[in-house]
């Protein structure tokens, strides 16, 4: 849970809030406005889209869809029984996006979104514990929520500061998403090549926050 995890952990999460935004504002601007990672935004457009009998755009918020499905699951059965399964996700996403890098400097936009898809749904893995996931790194609904839970009960007497982690977690996004729109109109489909220097950043995090819970341990 985010409450449990340590500064160096919160950090490494928030790369990867930050990355998952990168990505999404990348794939909103790219897509012409839809998510690779918000995939509760992408079930409004199909939704709405069925109603309006707009077939492929239905057709295409379902592939985005199930690329991320599909992603998790391979994040979840490849990585499992790894020793060091962060790094093996991470890797994983890492190829994906730049997959997602070429095919979109080919110009072939819908293998891409997929790719990018796919690479947002295994990333949400990277914090899984007895192979479920603790929190989600690419959606902030329930960090919302976390927030304004937190405030009623510091207002309440309770803890006075629990929120601000969920709000460090909300910031990382909005300002990644931020980031990938305008690194998108700046470099193109090479802004991905950001991307995964971001996602080394998280990897490097993530062995920092490794070693923090393994002095606790000992």
Known sequence: MVRSLTRRGLAAAASL??????????????LGGYFVSFMSGNTTRAGVSLIEGQWPAVGFAFLLISA???GAMVGTVVARPARDRSILILSIVGLSLLTAATLAALELQLIAA???????????????????????V???????VKIGQGIAHALRGGERWAW???????????VGASSGALAFVAYGAGALLLAIIGLLLAG??????????SQHST
Do not use: P
């Open 138 to 144: 690419t959606y902030m609904t329930g960090a919302l």
């Open 114 to 136: 997929a790719c990018l898809a796919f690479g947002m749904g295994a990333v949400n893995t990277t914090f899984a514990q007895g192979g479920e996931v603790s929190f989600g």
């Open 164 to 174: 601000v982690r969920y709000l460090v977690l909300w910031a990382a996004i909005a």
């Open 17 to 30: 809030a930050a990355l998952a935004g990168f990505v999404d504002g990348f794939g909103f601007v790219y």
């Open 68 to 70: 991320f499905v599909i």
């Open 204 to 213: 490097v995090l993530i062995r920092a926050a490794r070693s923090d819970r």
